[in-house]
């Protein structure tokens, strides 16, 4: 049997590239049919509509996401040159790119940095005590900024798979004064299980379950699956989990569709853009779809 032509497997990552762009437009048109924005309107649990309603809605801004979003905009513009290993497609290829060219594709959109600044600060005023919080795909350390700046008490502890983009996410945490920041560079993985080999008995002694994570890595059913089962090994009713990018690919959807069916899983809200994943078994097995 003869292999590929290089000019026949580019050809084929071009069809899949737009196969996947063609269906997050339809995706998003269908979500936008199917979804509501009614201020929490029609969400049983009190807690839950609080959520919604004071939180996801709320209009309130902070001083510190203008210091981050200016972070962002200094990104969008660089024309450095970085050498990157790029696990997040589930190919591991290296290649000379922009920052700027990286940021356009990876950076977390403003307004879910904003939500989970939010939940964040909510959580750790409503539980009265530090939260342990993870994040899987770092890229530049925006969204992490976020993560970290709505409680300088939790602890955040973030993955990047390349090594170069883990050192501009320093950069960027330096210029901001944040300094409760643990990051773990390399492939994701390899190091997320065998930090979860050498510290899950460590974790479990301190009562340190993971109160807040997000999914951003590898963009694949496989990955996103892998990840989220490791990750809810150490969560508690309390916990909530985002998934980032659950309409990416038909692979990523049905990851998504796979989780919300999980017997652990009690309420899911849809944002189109992201996921979120409440495991209290006082809520309602409900999925919402709502806009933001």
């Known amino acids: 049997m003869h292999s590929k032509s290089g000019i026949g497997i580019f050809r084929e990552q071009q069809i899949a590239i737009m196969k996947d762009a063609w269906f997050r437009i339809w995706m998003y ?5 199917r979804s509501w924005n009614t201020g929490g309107e029609g969400i049983h649990s009190p807690y839950l509509f609080y959520l919604v309603r004071m939180l996801i809605y709320d209009e309130n801004r902070y001083y510190s996401w ?27 290829r290296k290649s000379g790119r922009k920052v700027r060219e990286i940021s356009k594709h990876c950076l977390g959109l403003p307004l879910e940095g904003e939500v989970m600044y939010r ?7 409503e539980l009265k005590r530090p939260l342990r919080i ?8 925006i969204t992490t900024s976020y993560l970290a700046m709505a409680d300088s008490r939790n602890e955040v502890e ?30 994701i993985d390899e ?3 065998k930090r979860a080999y050498a510290e899950r008995a460590r974790e479990a002694q301190e009562n340190r379950a993971i109160d807040f994570a997000f999914i951003d890595a590898n963009h694949t059913k ?71």
């Open 29 to 33: 048109v269908r979500h936008q049919f």
């Open 66 to 92: 203008r210091d981050i979003e200016q972070q962002r905009r200094a990104l969008l513009r660089s024309d450095k040159e970085i050498e990157v290993t790029d696990y997040g497609t589930g190919k591991d």
């Open 134 to 141: 993870v994040e899987l795909g770092t890229c530049f350390g």
């Open 191 to 193: 190091t997320l299980y």
């Open 119 to 125: 939940l964040i600060a909510y959580m750790s005023h």
């Open 222 to 292: 496989e990955a996103t699956l892998r990840y989220f089962d490791e990750l809810s090994r150490e969560k508690t009713e309390s916990s909530v989990f985002i998934l980032d990018d659950i309409y990416y690919s038909r692979g990523m959807a049905e990851a998504w569709r796979e989780i919300c069916a999980r017997e652990d899983v009690t309420t899911t809200m849809d944002f189109y853009h992201f996921g979120m994943v409440f495991f209290d078994p006082h809520y309602l097995k409900r999925h919402y779809r709502l806009r933001i």
């Open 158 to 187: 973030t993955y990047e798979g390349s090594e170069a983009i883990a050192a501009i996410a320093k950069d960027v945490w330096r210029k901001l004064g944040v300094r409760n920041i643990r990051l773990v560079p390399g492939n």
